[in-house]
């Protein structure tokens, strides 16, 4: 007479059924967070220096903000043609500033965040700044790949210089700015041109009102200088670098 076979199939259909669900829990640890609720430190954030605007209902309501902008075919077709050369010019001056005060070299690896079409980064490899990537939530190949700022694609550590001008445009200030210091090398550079002097535009989702403000927030980095600019509504340009002593995990 043949044994029952009942418990030895019930058996491994629960072993498949706690690997499957061991799996799914793996995949679901590696995905990156989408911030659909305000974190706990970003609630903190209102000031007088610094203020968060109201009236996004979740994450995705907040993306979908941005995109009305870099997806709208008119500024996507003023990006490409009117504004690219007179951008890039712009951005190369910035860019020979730095590195004339060795802030910059030709052998760092850049990152232009919040690039849209690139221009900031075509203008990197214009003065000689040849690894030079951009990161937007729309991609415009080969200078831009997709990315969000509050969450980069990069590993720890991985470039000597960031820059960008999207600053306003965070909805998690301390998360825009923890992944700059996240992903540049010991000693990296930060360069942020921000507006102090008056209200940024519809799109963005903080205000600033003070370099201080912007300072505190960064854990690992000091102030390198502070200096008026004009830089397409941007009127001031924080340069900091991150410490060299590496934090022990």
Known sequence: MRPPTKPLVLNRFLISLFLSALLLLLLFLRQPHNYKSLPTEEKKLDSDGLRIRPGFTSYDSYIQHQLNKTLNPRLRQIWKTRDWDRKIQVFSRFFQDLKREML???????????????????????????DSIGIDLVPCPPLVIKGDFHNQPFDNETFDFEFSNVFDHALYPRRFLAEIE???KPGGVCVLHVALLKRADNYSANDLFSVEALVKLFER?????VR??????????VVLRKSERRVLL
Do not use: P
């Open 104 to 130: 910059l070299t030709n052998s760092s690896r850049a990152l232009c965040i919040g690039a849209r079409m690139g221009q900031e980064v075509e203008a990197l490899k214009r003065v000689g700044v040849a």
């Open 182 to 184: 996240r992903t540049l």
């Open 221 to 225: 980095s000091e102030v390198v200088r």
């Open 228 to 237: 008026k600019v004009d830089g397409f509504g941007l009127d001031t340009e």
